[in-house]
């Protein structure tokens, strides 16, 4: 939902109550055995053969716990520390939405505006363009209708970087797929055209950019966009999914998508600044309402049906030990990390480990969501009851309408799910699986562990859809699938 100004401070003002209060429980909660938490991530670390993980928790207001093991480089026995640099990768987005809602502050751009409004010849063949020109807000949500990059693009390393125009105008004009403005789709072409306007509005480099304005304000000296002299000699090297072949330092496109290099205990200042709406250090980076603009979608058909779960400005939604945590994660081609918080808790994090190994840190982040959340019950999920004629409308076969890789169309246009009324309860039948959908309304609807509606059911243009982190769907038949 789009929240009025009122309605954005009214809202603003309850979180910092439930903030206060949080900070209140944690006087009188046990210390945390950190201990513990090293253990069971070094059990980790040595099940996958994962060479180095780094892990830094904070509170809204100070550092709680930084530690670092293992090898940040195998041949040479070199130890990771928290001050190591590694990789993050698309948790730049973060960092370019915030230079985005930066300039907006500043009276230089609004999210609404059309790319071609800042730049006439942005190379996008958008067939909608008179009705639905792709804006920079849908460019940073992911709902332009742009795929991700082709596989020329992915695999694109140059020992010599392109500048950013090099790598925004190479090839032929992106082509928008789908109408914007409809479903969010994954595409790390998006913040490259964004990260382009700014440069040309600010008349300075995207890196100096975010050098002036964010990494210095939050004390990120070591924080950099390319692969500078200090970056190279405190980079950790990045490994295969063995955790021992090397991958190659990657000059990726376009860096505005997942370029960032910094350390696990500069990135902790990142994520008290978002805890913190925007302060950090005493400095207001960016204001509480474009901290809270970031969080919340808008652009979507589920954003602007009331749906307020999702991906928003550089920061996704997700929910972990029944808890909805905010934040990103990224791969940085022989390393993955990811940072989240969840103000109730008064706890974030941000982890990293040198390998590519998705298992390794996805467990690992579990452990670390479950340490932060611990003695703090899940909050109690709204709930509806509704009439059987309301849930027995949404049965039906759905289609998957959009695809994220240009080579993925043929594995996706036969992509169904099936939704079943069945003994009182909407029931998602997918891959052989069958979930509840409970019901938060007559449209929202949530997983039974879930602590508010992650999908909906829109009506659009005489279609229904059903859309969420399971997909974006079009009920192809009202009768189901056998």
């Keep these: 939902m789009i929240l009025c100004k009122h309605a954005n401070r009214f809202r603003l003002l309850y979180i910092l109550g439930l903030l206060v209060l949080t900070h209140s429980v944690f006087a009188v909660t046990p210390q945390p055995n950190y201990q513990q938490l090293i253990t069971d991530l070094n059990q980790l670390r040595q099940r996958h053969h994962t060479p180095a993980y780094a892990v830094h928790i904070v509170s809204g207001t100070k550092s709680l716990f930084l530690h670092a093991e293992g090898l940040s480089d195998r041949r040479t026995n070199k130890q990771a520390t928290v001050d190591t640099v590694f990789r993050v990768g698309s948790i730049t987005k ?44 849908q460019l940073m949500e992911h709902t332009s209708g742009l ?99 090397v991958i190659p330092y990657w000059h990726m496109i376009m860096r505005p998508f997942a370029g960032i290099n910094t350390t696990p205990r500069e990135m902790g200042s990142m994520v008290q600044m978002l805890m913190n709406y925007g302060r950090y250090n005493g400095r207001q980076i960016v204001s509480p309402e474009a901290v809270l603009r970031m969080e919340q979608p808008i652009t979507s058909l589920a954003a602007r049906s009331g749906l307020g779960y999702g991906y928003g400005l550089g920061s996704d939604q997700y929910v972990s030990q029944g808890h909805l945590f905010h934040g990103h994660g990224g791969d940085g081609d022989g390393y993955l990390a990811k940072y989240a918080y969840n103000r109730k808790l008064d706890r974030g994090y941000f982890l990293v480990i040198n390998a590519f190994q998705n298992r390794a840190i996805n467990q690992m982040k579990r452990v670390i969501e479950k340490f932060i959340s611990q003695g703090h019950p899940a909050p109690k999920p709204a709930q509806k009851t509704l009439p059987e004629k309301v849930l027995a409308q ?77 997909g974006n769907y079009r009920r192809v038949h009202t009768s189901i699938s056998k």
């Design 394 to 470: 949404y049965e039906g076969t759905f289609q998957k309408q959009t695809y994220r890789f240009p080579w993925s169309k043929n594995d996706s246009t036969d992509d169904k799910l099936s939704v079943v009324y069945d003994n009182g309860k909407l029931i998602l039948r997918q891959d052989g699986t069958d979930d509840e959908l409970v019901p938060v309304n007559t449209h929202h609807f949530r997983f039974k562990d879930e602590p508010v509606a992650t999908m909906a059911f829109i009506k659009h243009s005489g279609e229904l859809y059903f859309v969420g982190d399971v």
């Design 147 to 245: 795929l991700d990059l082709s596989k020329t693009e992915f695999d694109h390393s140059d020992p010599t970087p392109l500048t950013l125009r090099e790598g925004l105008y190479y090839g032929e004009p992106r082509k928008i797929v789908w109408q914007p403005g409809l479903f969010s789709s994954y595409t790390n072409a998006g913040a490259g055209y964004v990260a382009y306007v700014l440069q040309k509005i600010t008349n300075t480099s995207y890196e100096e950019y975010l050098r002036q304005n964010i990494f210095l304000p939050l004390n990120m000296h070591q924080a950099s966009v390319t692969l500078t002299k200090n970056t190279k000699q405190k980079l950790a090297t990045g490994y295969d999914i063995d955790g021992k072949t």
């Design 94 to 137: 973060s960092f370019t939405a915030l230079a985005l809602l930066q300039l907006q502050a500043q009276g230089k751009v609004k999210l609404s505006d059309p790319v071609r409004l800042h730049l006439a010849d942005a190379p996008i063949d958008n067939a909608w363009q008179k009705t639905n020109p792709v804006t920079l807000e």
